[in-house]
């Protein structure tokens, strides 16, 4: 017993960031949790509870979508004012009493409404979380304890999802907002545990009181988070791409996607951390990239050669299709997180991040359009997207020497003369 006792009572210092990590870990199991219930049931509780069409259901949120563009740069100016704590704070309890909202909604315009004002906010969570992630622990602990906390997401998605599962077997509207106040409940206690977090750096006062928008004028950081945006087209390859390429243009029959989706998730909780190393520099972050390229271009590869073969084999070049994709998003993640941190201006983390966050959610919009066409071509598409993969890792070595030249040609301010200003 006595043995056991010890080994929980050293469990937080094992966890990157020690007893901040710990914490950190905590929030995001809770915030995956709910977003998984809640991800689980917002379409039929909107289709079957308020009786929408799918038609009216897009237009939410794609007019949430636009809303949440718009705002995810100015948020991030405000967070580099006040800092990313009370940011990400206020968008937590904004986010919990839209869900309080949630379970309401009798009609459009108060699904409209519901879902605009969470649109406000959107986009701003994961640039806030990260900006505190950057504040809250020591510089060679942050990017593996992003890993960390990316791999507790995945586990914590998946009993979100059980948990969303219960309300679709109760299937009445009570299930269904008892699982949106459960997703609301989350944010509550997300606000508070970030509140108590302690800061270890804050940017000086002369930078917090600067409005800048300067990462819009960055062209290396633009085109590093560029490239990263297109790699993270591993997420849309994963959720559209590999499973309508299955069902439509081979023989492998549908129910095989399914345990290809466990093997992504079980490699991406188990290996994230390890395939983080040495992402705490830009180069060791450009080389990230560099596999990320190389392993997408790969996967598309790979499921060029998917129907040709008989089923057995099939299922097997699939399995090592998923296996290159997911190498794919593991060092893609690393690198961007590694990259992001270590070329944004200081004192500006909350914009810098800002921006590179709305690349991701600009490719999330581009790349189900992309990915059809891509399916649609066949093999000369998967050809030209292993092509696009390869080239943008293979740039991000000569991207990230020229963000790290502009890097250092900032002007470096003396602390003093800052406090003093």
Not at 32 to 56: C, K, M, W
Request: hydrophobic fraction near 55%; include cysteine; charged fraction near 10%.
């Amino acid at each position: 017993m006595s043995g056991l006792w010890q080994r929980a009572r050293g469990w937080p210092r094992s966890i990157p960031g020690g007893r901040v990590g710990m914490r950190l870990s905590v929030m995001a199991m809770i915030d995956a949790v709910g977003t998984g219930a809640f991800l689980a049931v917002s379409v039929p509780f909107i289709t079957r509870s308020v009786h929408l069409s799918v038609g009216e259901l897009s237009l939410g949120l794609t007019l949430s979508a636009a809303i949440a563009l718009a705002t995810a740069v100015p948020i991030g100016v405000l967070a580099d004012r006040i800092g990313p704590k009370k940011v990400l704070v206020g968008v937590s309890l904004w986010r919990c009493a839209c869900f309080v909202l949630y379970p309401f909604v009798q009609n459009l315009w108060q699904f409209l409404t519901v879902v605009c004002l969470l649109g406000l906010v959107d986009k701003a969570a994961a640039p806030m979380e990260q900006a505190l992630v950057g504040q809250v622990t020591a510089t060679d602990d942050r990017v593996r304890v992003v890993a960390v906390l990316r791999s507790l997401r995945n586990v914590g998605f998946t009993v979100g999802a059980l948990l969303g599962g219960v309300g679709l077997l109760i299937d009445t509207r009570a299930g269904y907002g008892a699982i949106l106040l459960l997703n609301a409940a989350s944010f509550a206690i997300l606000a508070l545990l970030a509140h108590r977090l302690p800061v270890l750096s804050k940017p000086a006062k002369s930078l917090r009181r600067r409005f800048s928008v300067d990462a819009l004028r960055d062209k290396p950081f633009l085109s590093f988070t560029g490239i990263n945006a297109i790699l993270t087209m591993h997420m849309t390859l994963l959720s559209i791409g590999v499973p309508l390429w299955i069902v439509e243009h081979t023989k492998v029959p549908a129910a095989v996607i399914s345990p290809l989706v466990a093997v992504n998730t079980v490699l991406a909780v188990t290996l994230q951390v390890r395939a983080s190393r040495g992402t705490e520099t830009i180069a060791g972050s450009a080389r990230a990239l560099v596999r990320a390229g190389v392993s997408l271009a790969v996967c598309c590869l790979l499921l060029v050669a998917a129907p040709k073969p008989p089923v057995v084999m099939a299922v097997g070049v699939l399995l090592l299709a998923m296996v290159a994709l997911t190498a794919g998003e593991l060092f893609q993640s690393a690198g961007g997180w590694g990259g992001s941190y270590l070329l944004a201006a200081p004192g500006q983390e909350g914009v810098y991040l800002s921006v590179f966050w709305l690349g991701v959610a600009v490719q999330q919009i581009a790349a189900p359009l992309v990915v059809g066409l891509v399916i649609t071509a066949g093999s000369t598409g998967w050809a030209v997207l292993a092509a696009l993969f390869a080239l943008c890792g293979l740039a991000a070595p000569a991207i990230g020497r020229w963000a790290q030249a502009q890097a250092d040609s900032r002007p470096r301010q003396d602390p003093a003369l800052a406090e003093a200003t």
